[in-house]
């Protein structure tokens, strides 16, 4: 059963069903029209040729669902329209009838539309084929976990500058961590034009923002708080990997160690009889081998590990997969939140490290040798450090000899 007139809302509400189908044919537009089932499902379609010519093949496609018209534009075309919705099936239908002229079928062209990957989908694969092979895949997936769930949606070809640029300032109050998500997202951009998703990346000529050089040093009492959360940390969770990720974290901090030298070192590389941690030169930033001298602290903490184990195993701290323990990032993040330490990096207990030393009395040259510094330059950065150790120790002295003509003078 046909009906040809103007299609408007009213037509299609006051349209009841019947035993058979009802079509409304539009006199607007010729082709457009209304499918009412006899179930009472009413929808929009066009009637229209792919090509031109008599040959040409006939499609007669369903734009949308009556009353669901919105929803399907915003993805057909990326723009949300207000106004009467029987208007907006009818100039999508227009539109439809001129792609189908050209040779384009617009439902074809939707399906792949709807195909084509979206930004989660590169985070995805990005994590799969990338991210979870480097020692920071932790800190990208946190960084992931964090992108706006509107952006994630959005097709990768659809991400503009604008928008990474709205993303980039959205996170000014933490320069570091902003100018991190934009090179995370400048990589997997990237790695989208390898693919051959998009031809060029959105992250290109976005400015980042300046970066104060950051230097977080624990004081005695962040190192006792610190001390306490390692405690509770490794007692609640009780098993093996907490412990000894308890354990490694206080060893960054005996030795002053970068991450990756210890959670890379072998039982080999130690003689606790001597105290002795001898690291090879392929596990060291400097590539030389770097001999440091082991405190009876942290030879204890080395002692319990090696007693907890049984000395099996080639690695001091092995993965549940039987490789070497890849970061301690997650523990990281947990122990230091208990500790009210949220803005201390685990980096940064190297620089408490040499703090501590330095307020010790410990001279410039050593501390930069104990931390495997080949250029004294590189601990030049500690030397203020040094000053403010002196001034404590003459403060100190002054406090002890009070020169009775000082005292009458202040007197």
């Not at 092995?318 to 990281?332: F, N, Q, T, V």
């Amino acid at each position: 059963m046909n009906i040809k007139q103007k299609i408007t809302k009213t037509l299609i509400t006051s349209t009841k069903p019947n035993h058979k189908e009802i079509l409304l044919l539009d006199t607007e537009v010729s082709g457009f029209g209304v499918r009412v089932t006899p179930t009472g499902a009413k929808s929009y379609f066009v009637r229209f040729h792919i090509g031109r010519g008599r040959g040409a093949p006939i499609r007669k496609p369903t734009i949308a669902r009556v009353g669901e018209l919105a929803s399907i534009e915003n993805e057909l075309d990326g723009q949300t329209r207000v106004g009467d919705e029987v208007e907006r099936a009818r100039n999508i239908a227009s539109r439809w009838k001129t792609m189908g002229k050209n040779g384009i079928d617009p439902a074809q062209q939707q399906r792949k539309e709807a195909q084509a990957p979206t930004v989660e989908r590169m985070c995805l694969d990005y994590m799969e084929k990338h991210g979870n092979a480097k020692r920071s895949g932790f800190e990208d997936q946190r960084r992931i976990s964090r992108l706006p769930k509107a952006l994630l949606r959005k097709r990768v070809k659809e991400i503009t500058h604008a928008d990474i640029e709205e993303l980039h300032r959205s996170m000014k109050q933490q320069p570091y961590e902003a100018n991190r998500f934009l090179s995370l997202m400048s990589k997997m951009f990237a790695l989208a034009i390898r693919w051959r998703w998009i031809e060029t990346n959105p992250t290109v000529g976005v400015e980042r923002f300046e970066e104060e050089k950051r230097e977080r040093f624990l004081s005695q009492d962040e190192v006792v708080q610190l001390d306490e959360a390692l405690s509770e940390y490794a007692e609640q969770r009780g098993d093996l990997q907490a412990k000894e990720a308890a354990d490694a974290i206080r060893l960054l901090l005996l030795t002053g160690a970068r991450s990756g030298e210890l959670l890379s070192a072998t039982w080999n590389q130690f003689d606790l009889e001597k105290g002795i941690w001898t690291k090879p030169s392929s596990h060291t930033k400097t590539k030389k081998v770097h001999r440091v001298a082991l405190s009876a602290p942290a030879i204890d903490v080395l002692e319990s590990i090696r007693d907890r184990r049984n000395l099996r195993g080639r690695w001091v701290f092995p993965s549940r997969s039987g490789d070497h323990r890849k970061s301690l990032k997650k523990a990281w993040y947990d122990i230091r939140d208990r500790a009210g330490l949220s803005d201390v990096r685990i980096h940064d207990l190297r620089h408490t490290a040499a703090s501590l030393m330095l307020s010790a009395g410990v001279p410039l040259d050593i501390v930069g040798r104990v931390l495997g510094h080949t250029q004294a330059q590189t601990t030049l950065r500690y030397a203020h450090l040094t000053d403010e150790a002196g001034k404590a120790a003459t403060d100190a002295l002054g406090n002890v000899i009070a020169f009775k003509s000082t005292v009458l003078k202040n007197g």
